[in-house]
């Protein structure tokens, strides 16, 4: 099953949980109803700021929002550390250069000078690519869990 689709079960789990439907939870994050519909059908994933406004307001494990696990996080979950901050750190504890990254994962030096100095936010998917490169999860990417 596709991260898509996985992320869409979780996100009709979650909201039926948490007695929401689109407009309340539209009316809840500030995502655009018809964004919601397109996450519920599978169409896209989230924007990495609706995807950190969905992780709060269901207080849950971005991995298991995405389908990557199958189990609930029974850690402390910390408020996301800003991304470009959390990357340099996770490079140089994985003594990765920049340069290397941008090889090896590939990412553009543009999109990749954009994520470290806070000009934008990686998209899901590449969260997804960089969880995977880094041999961690999504929630250790972003900050959530030490």
Known sequence: ??????????LKEYMQECGYNQTSLA????I???????FLLGNHLPSYENF???LYV???????LLGLTEIHVEEVLHPVLPFGMRLLSLLNARG???????????VSGSVLYKWVHEKS??????LL?????FECSVDYLIGRIQ
């Open 96 to 106: 990765v250069s920049q340069e290397r990254l941008k090889r090896e994962l590939p």
């Open 129 to 133: 690519r960089l969880a995977e490169y």
């Open 121 to 126: 936010a990686p998209s899901v998917e590449s």
């Open 58 to 64: 269901f207080q849950c494990s971005a991995d298991y």
């Open 32 to 38: 655009k109803n018809t964004n919601i519909s397109d």
């Open 1 to 10: 099953m596709s991260n898509m689709l996985k992320f869409a079960e979780r």
């Open 52 to 54: 950190v406004k969905l």
């Open 27 to 30: 009316n809840a994050t500030g």
